[in-house]
């Protein structure tokens, strides 16, 4: 079989994930990489063993023998990167969110079908083996009928004032940053597994640190010494840290999320509760090899992953015996397998489209509409 050739725009943590989980396909070549000027773009290239390099995405576009893009910069720059990868005619996988509005998102969703093109927003949290379970597990009727879904995803890579990153920049991040950023995850999880639609929001935003501190030099600059005051400049904030949000489903069911990125102690915990008439499920992304699962009348219990204790459908997905866990990079090689068995085979394929991408951020403005008027939104 013939490597599908594939270019990544952007270089900061997510793009060489991307290219780790593309490389362990072994049928995927990841051929060029673009960043923000040419110099940049040649140093990360060679430090990632890429022949390609360029300074303008545009030229990585007009490869000829690019086939798949990969974007993986920051948000305000996702919706024109990708519209202009598919009218070059590259199929697509772009970061979430997929652009800056629900606008946007539509247009692109639209323009991706119109063109016959395959196209992806990496939700990769769908790709843990136990959610693929959880999933089969409500499809077969295990739950019974959804009643409540909780649950939430905390951080705490923003806990300090000092803490400073492009995401608390909306003009560059979007009217939300944390439900953008982490609650979308946890939607199109819970959605995912569920199968059910959140209709309607009521939200409460919090933002703990109306001023941060942000470096006046790139971080690195100051490795190895204590940052003066005289090393920040105060500037305002106008996202979210924090949002706790209730929700009501489609077919009645409640629910709750809470987001936060100033939670001490939690480095990446996304977490859901789904109660169903007949069991409940838990999972906790920082345990994403254990499924809880609860019975009024009989023993609870955890699943451990393993695909001979797992239903048929989601074996696939759990690459490793039991006993041999699977984390964050394995969610992104089995959304990858998916989408590249679709470009290759135009085989059925599962994998998060430009659709979901629109669909949450539909979710998203309602949320942050809820959260200006302080009033339930229907979506």
Same mark, same amino acid.
């Given at each position: 079989?013939?490597?599908?050739?594939?270019?990544?725009?952007?270089?900061?943590?997510?793009?060489?994930?991307?290219?780790?989980?593309?490389?362990?396909?072994?049928?995927?070549?990841?051929?060029?990489?673009?960043?923000?000027?040419? +110099?940049?773009?040649?140093?990360?290239?060679?430090?990632?063993?890429?022949?390609?390099?360029?300074?303008?995405?545009?030229?990585?576009?007009?490869?000829?023998?690019?086939?798949?893009?990969?974007?993986?910069?920051?948000?305000?720059?996702?919706?024109?990167?990708?519209?202009?990868?598919?009218?070059?005619?590259?199929?697509?996988?772009?970061?979430?969110?997929? $652009?800056?509005?629900?606008?946007?998102?539509?247009?692109?969703?639209?323009?991706?079908?119109?063109?016959?093109?395959?196209?992806?927003?990496?939700?990769?949290?769908?790709?843990?083996?136990?959610?693929? %379970? +959880?999933?089969?597990?409500?499809?077969?009727?295990?739950?019974?009928?959804?009643?409540?879904?909780?649950? @939430?995803? %905390?951080?705490?890579?923003? !806990?300090?004032?000092?803490?400073?990153?492009?995401?608390?920049?909306?003009?560059?991040?979007?009217?939300?940053?944390?439900?953008?950023?982490? #609650?979308?995850?946890?939607?199109? *999880?819970?959605?995912?597994?569920?199968?059910?639609?959140?209709?309607?929001?009521?939200?409460?935003? +919090? *933002? !703990?640190?109306?001023?941060?501190?942000?470096?006046?030099?790139?971080?690195?600059?100051?490795?190895?010494?204590?940052?003066? =005051?005289?090393?920040?400049?105060?500037?305002?904030?106008?996202?979210?840290?924090? $949002?706790?949000?209730?929700?009501? /489903?489609?077919?009645?069911?409640? #629910?709750?999320?809470?987001?936060?990125?100033?939670?001490?102690?939690?480095?990446?915990?996304?977490?859901?509760?789904?109660?169903?008439?007949?069991?409940?499920?838990?999972?906790?992304?920082?345990?994403?090899?254990?499924?809880?699962?609860?019975?009024?009348?009989?023993?609870?219990?955890?699943?451990?992953?393993?695909?001979?204790?797992?239903?048929?459908?989601?074996?696939? !997905?759990? =690459?490793?015996?039991?006993?041999?866990?699977?984390?964050?990079?394995?969610? @992104?090689?089995?959304?990858?397998?998916?989408?590249?068995?679709?470009?290759?085979?135009?085989?059925?394929?599962? /994998?998060?489209?430009? $659709?979901?991408? +629109?669909?949450?951020?539909?979710?998203?403005?309602?949320?942050?509409?809820?959260?200006?008027?302080?009033?339930?939104?229907?979506?």
């Amino acid at each position: 079989m013939s490597k599908i050739k594939v270019g990544v725009i952007g270089t900061g943590f997510i793009g060489p994930s991307h290219i780790e989980a593309l490389r362990r396909l072994g049928f995927v070549e990841v051929a060029a990489l673009a960043d923000v000027d040419e +110099a940049t773009a040649r140093e990360k290239a060679a430090m990632l063993s890429i022949d390609r390099a360029y300074g303008d995405y545009k030229e990585l576009l007009a490869d000829d023998e690019i086939k798949a893009v990969h974007i993986c910069t920051p948000n305000h720059l996702h919706y024109a990167m990708s519209k202009d990868a598919l009218l070059a005619g590259k199929h697509v996988v772009c970061e979430k969110p997929l $652009a800056m509005s629900y606008r946007e998102t539509k247009e692109l969703a639209d323009l991706a079908k119109e063109k016959g093109l395959v196209n992806a927003v990496h939700f990769n949290l769908r790709f843990y083996p136990l959610i693929q %379970q +959880a999933k089969a597990m409500a499809e077969k009727g295990d739950l019974g009928n959804i009643l409540a879904v909780n649950g @939430s995803y %905390q951080q705490d890579w923003l !806990f300090y004032q000092t803490d400073y990153n492009w995401r608390l920049d909306s003009k560059l991040s979007g009217a939300s940053r944390a439900v953008a950023d982490i #609650g979308s995850h946890w939607f199109d *999880t819970t959605e995912f597994i569920s199968g059910l639609r959140v209709n309607k929001v009521c939200s409460d935003f +919090a *933002t !703990f640190f109306k001023t941060r501190k942000k470096p006046l030099k790139p971080v690195e600059t100051y490795t190895g010494k204590l940052l003066q =005051a005289s090393d920040y400049e105060d500037v305002p904030i106008d996202t979210e840290d924090y $949002a706790t949000i209730l929700l009501r /489903y489609e077919n009645g069911a409640h #629910g709750s999320l809470t987001v936060n990125q100033v939670a001490a102690g939690r480095k990446n915990r996304c977490y859901f509760e789904i109660y169903g008439d007949k069991k409940a499920i838990s999972w906790d992304s920082e345990n994403p090899n254990e499924l809880w699962i609860g019975r009024r009348d009989g023993n609870n219990e955890t699943i451990i992953k393993d695909p001979s204790l797992m239903y048929d459908e989601p074996r696939a !997905f759990a =690459a490793l015996p039991g006993g041999h866990t699977e984390g964050f990079a394995d969610t @992104s090689k089995q959304m990858f397998a998916q989408v590249y068995g679709k470009i290759l085979e135009n085989s059925d394929a599962n /994998y998060p489209t430009f $659709a979901d991408g +629109a669909r949450e951020m539909q979710l998203c403005e309602a949320i942050v509409a809820s959260a200006k008027s302080e009033n339930w939104v229907s979506i």
